[in-house]
């Protein structure tokens, strides 16, 4: 098994493991940008030693079309979930890291409490009030879950 399908599964099995990556890449991340460098860096502190660019290749390899996808067995993370905009969910370097990711970063402004987000003007950070997640940052933690119920 390989270095990345090791980080995988750890990942998949232990959520306590895969809240320590997130938190790490959050820290690594700057402008919402997941970098396979920063992915690298962030499993390394977990104790997986994976190069920069088996990341790399890893999302280009997830450049695929759905049905070559539902072929893979395990996907990415194991999750064969896919947001409604088709951007893939649980992706370790991919474009939503959890459904909060998901919440916050797409493109229609949805708000999970319903509609779309609405900017409560109290705070100097865009927050939304019906939600109040934090729409300029990336959402590592999961708080919202597919359908919008809080977790």
Not at 49 to 60: D, G
Request: proline share 3%; charged share 30%.
């Amino acid at each position: 098994m390989t270095e990345i399908n090791r980080l995988k599964s750890a990942i998949n099995n232990d959520k306590e493991l895969r809240q320590r990556y997130l938190k790490n890449l959050d820290g690594l991340m700057t402008d919402g940008e997941i970098t396979p460098e920063m992915a690298s860096v962030a499993a390394k502190k977990i104790g997986f030693n994976i190069p920069a660019e088996e990341f790399r290749k890893e999302t280009e390899d997830s450049e695929l079309s759905l049905n070559d996808l539902e072929g893979i067995a395990g996907g990415i993370m194991s999750s064969n979930e896919y947001a409604p905009d088709g951007k893939p969910v649980g992706c370790l370097c991919g474009y939503y890291l959890t459904w909060t990711d998901y919440w916050i970063w797409n493109n229609e402004g949805l708000c999970p409490k319903g509609g779309v987000h609405e900017l409560d003007s109290r705070y100097k950070r865009k927050t939304c009030k019906k939600c109040s997640l934090f729409l300029d940052e990336r959402g590592v933690l999961e708080c919202y879950d597919k359908s919008g119920n809080e977790i």
